[in-house]
C-alpha cells in the first residue's frame, strides 16, 4: 500500500512524535509547570544515615516468653505480621497452610475468630486438602506452639463456650519485626 496524495486532515500516531508544540501551549505550559523540589541532602548521605541507624536487636525470651502471646503497637498490623511470621516459622507445612487458612476467617485486627466462623476439622480438611487426622495434628500443633489460644466466653448467648484468637508468639514477633527492620534499610519500605 502506498501513502495517499493527499496529506491527511487530521494526525497518525506517527505524526504525533515529530509534532512541534505550538507557542500558546508552551507558554502556558511553562507557567503552568510546578518547579522540581530540592532535596537538601545527597542520596549517598540519606543512605549513610539510613545504615548509621542502629539495627533492631530482637529481644532475649525464654522459653514461657517465647510462646507467649507477642504485643503488637499501634503501627503494626495482625494480619501482615501474622502472615510473615507463619511463612518465617519452622512450623510443619500442614500447620502453616492451616494457619494461613484460619487466618482468611479471623479479624484482621485483632485475630479473633468468632465462634459462628469457626470451621470444624472436615470443613478445614476439604478447605486444605488435608485429611482430618493432619488436621487435627496442625490444630494441637498451632495451639501448643502458642499459634492459637482458645478465649473463654464470658458474655451473650454463647457463654461457656470458647472463641479462637490466632496469635504471634513472642520469639516469631521478634523475628518478624527484625526481618522486617532489615528489609526497610536496604530500601524496601513496608
Known amino acids: 500500500m502506498t501513502a495517499p496524495a493527499q496529506p491527511r486532515s487530521f494526525p497518525t500516531p506517527g505524526d504525533l512524535a515529530r509534532r512541534k508544540p505550538t507557542t500558546a501551549a508552551t507558554s502556558a505550559g511553562s507557567l503552568a509547570r510546578p518547579k522540581p523540589v530540592t532535596r537538601t541532602s545527597s542520596r ?14 530482637p529481644a532475649k525470651l525464654s522459653a514461657e516468653e517465647s510462646i507467649a502471646p507477642g504485643k503488637l503497637t499501634r503501627d503494626e498490623h495482625f ?16 500447620s502453616r497452610l492451616v494457619a494461613h487458612d484460619l487466618l482468611w476467617r479471623a479479624s484482621h485486627a485483632n485475630g479473633r475468630i468468632s465462634p459462628n466462623m469457626r470451621p470444624d476439622s472436615e470443613y478445614l480438611a476439604l478447605a486444605t486438602g488435608l ?4 488436621v487435627d495434628v496442625a490444630l494441637n500443633t498451632l495451639t ?23 496469635v504471634i508468639p513472642a520469639a516469631a514477633l521478634e523475628d518478624v519485626r527484625a526481618f522486617i527492620t532489615s528489609r526497610t534499610n536496604h530500601g524496601y519500605a513496608h
Open 44 to 57: 549517598a548521605a540519606r543512605r549513610a544515615a539510613r545504615e548509621a541507624a542502629a539495627p533492631y536487636v
Open 79 to 94: 494480619r501482615k505480621f501474622f502472615l510473615f511470621a507463619v511463612r518465617r516459622s519452622s512450623l510443619p507445612s500442614s
Open 131 to 134: 485429611t482430618v487426622a493432619q
Open 144 to 166: 501448643s506452639r502458642g499459634w492459637i489460644h482458645h478465649r473463654p466466653i464470658t458474655d451473650g448467648p454463647r457463654t461457656g463456650g470458647h472463641q479462637w484468637v490466632l
